[in-house]
């Protein structure tokens, strides 16, 4: 079974729009919850991480907020550009990780 | 820095046929993964290592052998090829556990099988 659902599949925003991936987990043993972002032909490359001691993380345009009650997490993308068209995966897990199925992310200029 | 290299990029095999799918890292990684990614399933965990010598099974290893002789190569082997093994197949590396250290992945091998 999926261990980590991730959705939407796939958004489209305008420059300048904030899209927001979610990612819901059900191990509660899972304390570490990284996103992946993955252009095409290429490998995944870690983008922002968060451990479940903290609800938000910040670092430039990209926050994770992370909800342990409700075992939720999500990245915001502030200011998105054309050049976070990507596809983004979360994950959860410890010394093993899950992956999410993936968002396809398109900035329209 | 060459960081993971995989190789070959693209390879189809006919059902049935054996290869090798290679993987090595210069960064003196201990942790070394392959998964694989299909198409809206995300990336699947088939083996992993935690040093040379080490081997352990992850979610999908059926189809699957590895084995880890040094720190810089994780060779994985597909033996009798079917359909359901067409897929992209990333290594990926990290000096300790993903729990503290990020993962380096390759740029992946395309495999078909036909």
């Known amino acids: 079974q999926q261990q980590v659902k991730q959705s939407p599949q796939s958004l489209i925003v305008q420059k300048g729009g904030i899209p927001i991936i979610n990612c819901a987990y059900e191990n509660t043993a899972f304390d570490y919850f990284p996103w992946y972002q993955q252009f095409p032909g290429k490998g995944p490359a870690l983008l922002i991480a968060i451990r479940p001691d903290v609800s938000e993380k910040k670092e430039g345009r990209f926050t994770i907020s992370f909800n342990k009650s409700a075992k939720q997490f999500s990245l915001h993308i502030m200011d998105s550009q054309p050049g976070d068209s990507a596809t983004y995966f979360c994950?959860?897990?410890?010394?093993?990780?899950?992956f999410g199925t993936g968002t396809s992310l398109t900035v329209i200029p | 820095n060459a960081g993971v290299t995989q190789t070959p990029k693209f390879r189809i095999l006919k059902i049935g046929q054996s290869m090798t799918l290679q993987c090595a890292q210069d960064m003196n990684h201990n942790y070394m993964y392959w998964y694989r990614q299909d198409p809206g399933m995300g990336l699947k965990l088939i083996y992993y290592s935690v040093g040379a010598g080490i081997t352990d099974k992850g979610e999908v290893p059926n189809g699957y052998n590895v084995s880890r002789s040094t720190t810089e190569d994780f060779p994985l082997r597909l033996e009798l090829a079917a359909p359901s093994q067409t897929s992209v197949y990333f290594c990926?590396?990290?000096?300790?556990?993903?729990?503290?250290?990020?993962?380096?992945f390759g740029n992946g091998t395309r495999l078909t099988v036909t």
């Open positions: 994950a959860a897990g410890g010394n093993q990780f899950y």
């Open positions: 990926a590396s990290s000096p300790r556990s993903p729990y503290n250290s990020p993962l380096h």
